[in-house]
């Protein structure tokens, strides 16, 4: 476990915070807000092929005991805010499927990286899928083409998926409360003996006046492992599901694994038990269907984040040629993969992208989601951190989310050894365990996206302001005619600006001119495909105009055009971030006659004074004058786009 000052501090001024949180509404007021929907579709491979789960398997698979689902629920609170929750049948979830299915979602309904959460059960007796995992198993290249084509037909699938419960968003009551099931135990030596985490996290969807149960979606920490064999099996976690949807017919139950990586079901290897653990689940998520639960209420806020984690050891090249003569199978195929890296970059890659995802439902609910086969120590400590409370506020940590790259130890496990904190490495195919310190990064990182979260989500549903872009028309604005312009679409209540020659953007068109002193502006971007600026947002500062630039000079310059005629690639604001296709960011700007200022996801990135300094803008962005918006050969798209006139104290002079 760890124990940090500064994450101490952090935690304590966010619990303080967290417990000064409004209320939930009463459940009538929350119901009408509210909207759900649910969807389904079936996984299971038409034709026999090969299962992961085990390296040591040996032939195809030779029938199903049942099938093998994907699910989903889409949830939209009263301002708009949507996400969508996706339960597989699958041993994990691969990243090249969530960047592929990811795209075609933002492209078609503007859903951003931290509005979708991808789960699996991790049973182990689905099919192989397109990751770095399958390369444990002895298959040949026939072998993998039929891997490759179930992949593409399961990404058509989880499209349509998410798509499916979009469409079917309508009014609903949802609420949740916490159950205990008792089955899993700590699988590393002495068996029985480590920590566990034996909560059941239940959420509830059901129809606007409370009555009928459409979904209910639940979650354990434990190894999907009761089952070895040949057949397609969503293992204890398909049995709970199939139990549930047949106490409540037409109910859709979707299940998410905990961080159960340290965790198995015990005893096992017998179909009865993987039933009789499914049914003890079942029966847990049934207590709290049949008592009284929160209502949620308010917002929903979510981010998400990758963050860069080191591997302890890279071994050289000359070492790897030396293993593929002489190791086993799966070290050949270790250092075979490994050896691709060295012909592509020159060098094993160091670190890799690990994606930490963070929602809060409301004031009462935080659901955190971490990638890899987490090991339980992280839902221990984030729970005790975040101040889990049963009866009050919830907090859930999905394992196995969005990314199953590898184990994820603590670093008690690390140093421990092992299985899990070290050999299982092989064959995921990296090139050794982690370095020591992932936990403080991960757990530093979860707790500050959760109280941006917490903050973000205790905003009243009505924000101060004139909301400049309806959602649904241009209204007060015009198509800018810089030459050879994309469209400006408006899509799914988003205003999209298409990849132009040059530049795509939209101008003030009001009677009323903009303001140009003591105002602060605020809206959602995203980058939606290109590499270059997605947003130049121009705006004037008494009869100066100036442009906060985002994104530009090949995709990561952040600043203001201009100063004292030094663009926003070369002057005291120029500052960089590695912005990612495909995901909101929370822009504030603010204008006032001392200073500009400007904030990004809540943190301030310039704040630049104006005694003394002289404001312009390029001269391509003229035509966005007096106030606009525009992209660089890049599709962008926006939302939530507000301005309001400063307060008499916000408009005081601070001393930094």
């Not at 699938?157 to 079917?168: E, H, Q, R, Y």
């Not at 050894?417 to 299982?424: I, N």
């Not at 050879?484 to 009677?511: H, K, Y």
Request: proline share 5%; charged share 25%; with cysteine.
């Amino acid at each position: 476990m760890i124990h940090h000052r500064k994450v101490a501090t952090m935690v304590a001024l966010l619990l303080v915070f967290a417990h000064s949180l409004p209320a939930a509404e009463p459940a009538a007021k929350s119901r009408n807000a509210w909207q759900a929907g649910v969807s389904r579709v079936v996984i299971t491979p038409a034709e026999p092929m090969w299962m992961s789960g085990y390296g040591g398997r040996s032939k195809l698979a030779e029938g199903k005991v049942h099938d093998l689902w994907a699910k989903a629920v889409a949830l939209k609170d009263p301002t708009g805010k949507t996400v969508v929750f996706v339960s597989t049948d699958l041993i994990t979830v691969p990243i090249k499927m969530v960047d592929a299915v990811m795209a075609e979602i933002t492209r078609k309904h503007g859903i951003g990286r931290s509005e979708v959460m991808f789960t699996c059960s991790h049973t182990h007796c689905g099919p192989a899928v397109d990751d770095m995992l399958s390369y444990m198993l002895d298959m040949n290249d026939s072998d993998w083409r039929q891997v490759r084509s179930y992949q593409k037909t399961l990404n058509a699938n989880l499209v349509g998926l998410i798509s499916a419960a979009l469409k079917d968003l309508k009014p609903a009551a949802v609420s949740f409360g916490n159950g205990r099931c008792h089955f899993a135990a700590n699988r590393r030596a002495p068996k029985g003996i480590g920590p566990y985490d034996h909560d059941v996290p239940v959420l509830r969807i059901g129809s606007v006046d409370g009555k009928m149960l459409r979904a209910v979606v639940f979650g354990y920490a434990c190894h999907n492992t009761v089952m070895s064999y040949y057949k397609w099996s969503g293992d204890y976690a398909g049995f709970a599901q199939l139990y549930l949807e047949g106490r409540h017919p037409g109910v859709t139950a979707l299940f998410f694994a905990g961080c159960g990586a340290d965790q198995n079901p015990l005893p096992r290897r017998r179909e009865e038990l993987a039933k009789k653990y499914g049914r003890m689940l079942g029966v847990a998520v049934d207590r709290v269907l049949n008592s009284p639960t929160t209502p949620v209420s308010g917002r929903i806020a979510t981010r998400f984040e990758n963050i860069e984690l080191a591997f302890d050891n890279l071994p050289k090249k000359s070492e790897l040629l030396e293993v593929q003569k002489t190791g086993s199978r799966y070290k050949k195929a270790w250092a075979g993969n490994l050896l691709k890296q060295y012909d592509l970059y020159g060098r094993l890659l160091p670190t890799y992208p690990y994606p930490i995802q963070s929602w809060q439902i409301g004031p009462k609910l935080t659901w955190v989601a971490l990638g890899g086969e987490v090991v339980v120590d992280y839902a221990v400590s984030l729970k005790k951190l975040l101040g889990h409370h049963d009866t009050d506020r919830s907090v859930w940590v999905a394992g196995y989310s969005n990314d199953v790259m590898a184990y994820i130890a603590s670093e008690r496990v690390l140093e421990e050894g092992g299985y899990e904190g070290d050999t299982s490495m092989i064959y995921y195919q990296k090139p050794s365990k982690w370095r020591t310190g992932l936990e403080k990064q991960i757990i530093t990182t979860v707790v500050n996206l959760t109280a941006d979260n917490r903050t973000q989500a205790a905003r009243p549903p009505q924000l101060p302001g004139e909301l400049l872009f309806d959602g649904r028309t241009l209204t007060g604005w015009k198509k800018t005619k810089f030459g050879g312009e994309a469209e400006v679409v408006v899509r799914n209540g988003q205003l999209i600006l298409e990849t132009g020659a040059d530049m795509t953007g939209i101008t003030w068109n009001r009677d009323t001119p903009p303001p140009e002193w003591d105002y602060e502006v605020t809206l959602d971007v995203m980058r939606v495909e290109g590499h270059d600026f997605f947003c130049g947002l121009t705006f004037q500062a008494g009869k100066s105009p100036c442009s906060l630039i985002l994104g530009g000079w090949g995709g990561g310059v952040c600043g203001l055009s201009s100063i004292d005629g030094f663009d926003a690639s070369e002057n005291d604001t120029t500052g960089y971030h590695e912005f990612q296709n495909g995901r909101w960011y929370r822009v504030r700007l603010r204008v006032t006659r001392q200073q500009i200022t400007a904030w990004l996801d809540g943190k301030e990135i310039l704040d630049q004074p104006l005694k003394g300094r002289k404001l312009s803008i390029r001269g391509e962005v003229d035509l966005s004058r007096p106030f606009g918006l525009s992209t660089w050969q890049t599709t962008g798209a926006v939302r939530n786009l507000r301005l309001r006139k400063l307060t008499a104290k916000e408009i005081a002079p601070t001393k930094k």
